[in-house]
């Protein structure tokens, strides 16, 4: 497999059961998300765009995918919920078609404009590194049949790891209403520094969806 076989399994519609894992204060936070993946080929305007983004030549590029979510987490306070949507392009190196870079319109722990590395391990799992000024965070994606994703990913930031997620994503086949959340912790009732894990600044959010 490729990455862009990889894209081209994950298209469609996805619910993701998550767990996060606030090293830093022991805690454990649940969450879910409804997850939107459609394959983007070598010409799109929108990989046009993310390459002229990144001053990368488009030629280079195999193709990409967009994705669109809506979730939420257990310590949301207000009704608060996350939605969005990004584009990623893949640029494979010359000599190693298997790895190269992944061009993001946003990062995974840091919402801005990123270049990360990806690289198809021995058991078909995809791996994303990405490296910022402060942290880094590494995602692993597999599939244990065509219609059940898996994902691992870890922030380490500030000399140590700070969290750690686990997901599990089902294949749907229409459109799901807005996710809930499926934790009822009362975010507003943790102590602030708690809170901070999933402030709007540094909230990670993933690859394939947040």
Avoid at 30 to 58: N, Q, R, T, W, Y
Avoid at 122 to 144: K, P
Wanted: proline residues 4%; hydrophobic residues 35%.
């Amino acid at each position: 497999m490729d990455a862009m076989e990889f894209f081209e399994l994950s298209t469609g519609q996805w619910r993701s059961q998550r767990t996060t894992h606030h090293l830093a204060f022991k805690r454990a936070e649940m969450g879910e998300s409804e997850i939107h993946i459609e394959v983007l080929a070598v010409g799109d305007p929108k990989v046009l765009e993310i390459c002229e983004l990144h001053d990368v030549d488009p030629s280079l590029a195999i193709g990409g995918a967009f994705v669109s979510w809506q979730g939420s987490m257990g310590w949301d306070r207000n009704e608060e919920n996350h939605a969005g949507s990004t584009v990623f392009v893949l640029v494979p190196d010359a000599d190693q078609p298997q790895q190269g870079k992944l061009l993001r319109e946003r990062g995974y722990a840091e919402i801005v404009p990123v270049i990360g590395q990806y690289h198809i391990d021995d058991d078909n799992g995809l791996v994303l590194t990405t490296e910022y000024e402060t942290m880094s965070s590494t995602e692993r994606f597999w599939f244990a049949n065509p219609s059940l994703r898996l994902r691992t990913s870890t922030v380490k930031r500030f000399g140590g790891f700070s969290t750690a997620t686990f997901c599990t994503e089902f294949r749907v086949e229409s459109t799901v209403d807005d996710a809930s959340s499926v934790d009822g912790t009362d975010r507003s009732s943790l102590p602030s520094d708690q809170v901070q894990p999933g402030s709007e600044a540094t909230k990670p959010f993933s690859f394939f969806g947040w």
